[in-house]
């Protein structure tokens, strides 16, 4: 849970790059792609970042543009990493605008429960992670090329000379 705005910001900041350029990844043929048929694909886990980044927020009652729940998926790889690019600074000029550190622990409806502002921001940004890595599953499996995130990828350690580290 977020204490206070200036840890989120330097979190989003860097948690925001590493989505985009995964998104800047995805051309729109990838957008299809799927584990399964009853699953996501990677269109849909990507627009699903997009407009998580407005809904969730929302419910707190801060205020900033963004794309609705029932705006549907786009076929364009570029608008929806442009769409979350407008969206995620959206987010964050928002909070930093509105909030001060104490409504990081004013309580907000999130789905049926409680939780503090601080709470949804640390939850907003593990969302981004979690799906993130669901999408670079997708991206391999389209044939695209993994960006890095956390660290070099089975292509740059080539690319360094290096094999990559068997784990």
Avoid at 42 to 66: D, I, K, N
Avoid at 85 to 113: C, F, H, P
Wanted: hydrophobic share 40%; net charge negative.
């Amino acid at each position: 849970m977020y204490k206070h705005i200036e840890d989120f910001t330097a979190t989003w900041k860097n948690e925001t790059a590493a989505t985009l350029r995964t998104l800047e990844a995805l051309t729109d043929e990838s957008l299809s792609q799927q584990i399964t048929n009853d699953h996501r694909t990677l269109g849909r886990l990507a627009w699903h970042l997009v407009q998580t980044l407005h809904e969730m927020p929302t419910r707190t009652g801060l205020s900033f543009e963004g794309p609705g729940e029932d705006t549907s998926v786009p076929t364009s790889a570029a608008h929806i990493a442009d769409v979350y690019k407008r969206t995620s600074q959206a987010l964050l000029e928002a909070v930093e605008s509105s909030w001060k550190d104490e409504n990081l622990l004013i309580m907000s409806d999130m789905y049926g429960d409680q939780w503090p502002n601080g709470l949804m921001l640390d939850i907003i940004v593990k969302h981004e992670i979690h799906h993130r890595g669901q999408m670079t599953v997708l991206m391999r499996q389209a044939g695209l090329r993994v960006p890095d995130l956390y660290g070099p990828t089975k292509e740059q350690w080539a690319e360094f000379g290096a094999p990559a580290p068997v784990i």
